[in-house]
T-cell receptor, first 120, second 114 residues
Framework: GAGVSQSPSNKVTEKGKDVELRCDPI?????LYWYRQSLGQGLEFLIY????????KSGLPSDRFSAERTGGSVSTLTIQRTQQEDSAVYLC??????????????????FGPGTRLTVL | GENVEQHPSTLSVQEGDSAVIKCTYS??????FPWYKQELGKRPQLIID?????GEKKDQRIAVTLNKTAKHFSLHITETQPEDSAVYFC?????????????FGTGTKLQVIP
C-alpha cells in the first residue's frame, strides 16, 4: 500500500513568513510523529500524536511551532514567523502503535520523504 | 527522560570488513530497539529491530545484540558492501501511559571504501 507522504517536498520562504507542512500517514496508523533534521544532524523529536491528541509536545522548540491532526489522519505542522534557524528537513513518521499495547512490528515507525524547508 | 548515546559518529571500513555501531540507553523501561538506515537525501528506513525479551537477532549480513543489564545494544554488519554506506540511527522505545515514546541516537555515518 501507499507509504507516508509529505508535501511540499521543498519549501523556500522568506524570514518572517508562516509555513504549513503536511503529512499523510499510512492508512490505519494511529500514531504520528514529527521530527526535524538539520543538515548532517540527527533526528530531533518535535511532537507526537495518538489519534487526534498530542500527548507529547515536548520537542516543539518555541511557541512559533504548532501542529494539529484531524480525523486521526492528516497532520499539519505550522511554523509562524519563520527564522533562518528553522531551515531543516522536517520528517513525519507513522506507526500502528495501538493504544494499550504494541506487539511485533506494531511499534515500527515508517518515515515520509520529508519536506526541505529553506528560510532566506 | 530517555537518553540514547551512539558511537562512533563516523566509521570508515574497507569493503568486506565488518562494522559495529554501539548505543547505550538510560531508561530501563525501554523495551523496543529499532535501527534505521538513511541514505543521502533519502528517508530513514528500518533495517532491523529487537525487543527486550531477545538477546540477539540476525538478518543476513546484519545482526543486533542487546544487553539489558548493561543497557546497551549494538548493530553488526558483516561483509560490508559500498551500498551499506549511509547514516545509521539507533533508537530506544517504551510504552508510556499507553503510548509509544521513541528516542533516537545521534547517528553514525558509515563509509565503506571499495
Amino acid at each position: 500500500g501507499a507509504g507516508v507522504s509529505q508535501s511540499p517536498s521543498n519549501k523556500v520562504t522568506e524570514k518572517g513568513k508562516d509555513v504549513e507542512l503536511r503529512c499523510d500517514p499510512i492508512s490505519g496508523h494511529t500514531a504520528l510523529y514529527w521530527y526535524r533534521q538539520s543538515l548532517g544532524q540527527g533526528l530531533e523529536f518535535l511532537i507526537y500524536f495518538q489519534g487526534n491528541s498530542a500527548p507529547d509536545k515536548s520537542g516543539l522548540p518555541s511557541d512559533r511551532f504548532s501542529a494539529e491532526r484531524t480525523g486521526g489522519s492528516v497532520s499539519t505542522l505550522t511554523i509562524q514567523r519563520t527564522q533562518q534557524e528553522d531551515s531543516a528537513v522536517y520528517l513525519c513518521a507513522s506507526s500502528l502503535a495501538p493504544r494499550g499495547g504494541g506487539g511485533r512490528g506494531l511499534d515500527t515507525q515508517y518515515f515520509g520523504p520529508g519536506t526541505r524547508l529553506t528560510v532566506l | 527522560g530517555e537518553n540514547v548515546e551512539q558511537h562512533p559518529s563516523t566509521l570508515s571500513v574497507q569493503e568486506g570488513d565488518s562494522a559495529v555501531i554501539k548505543c547505550t540507553y538510560s531508561d530501563s523501561a525501554s523495551n523496543y530497539f529499532p535501527w534505521y538506515k538513511q541514505e543521502l537525501g533519502k528517508r530513514p528506513q528500518l533495517i532491523i529491530d529487537i525487543r527486550s525479551n531477545v538477546g540477539e537477532k540476525k538478518d543476513q549480513r546484519i545482526a543486533v545484540t542487546l544487553n539489558k543489564t548493561a543497557k546497551h545494544f549494538s548493530l553488526h554488519i558483516t561483509e560490508t558492501q559500498p551500498e551499506d554506506s549511509a547514516v545509521y540511527f539507533c533508537a530506544a522505545s517504551k510504552r508510556s501511559g499507553g503510548y509509544q515514546k521513541v528516542t533516537f541516537g545521534t547517528g553514525t555515518k558509515l563509509q565503506v571504501i571499495p
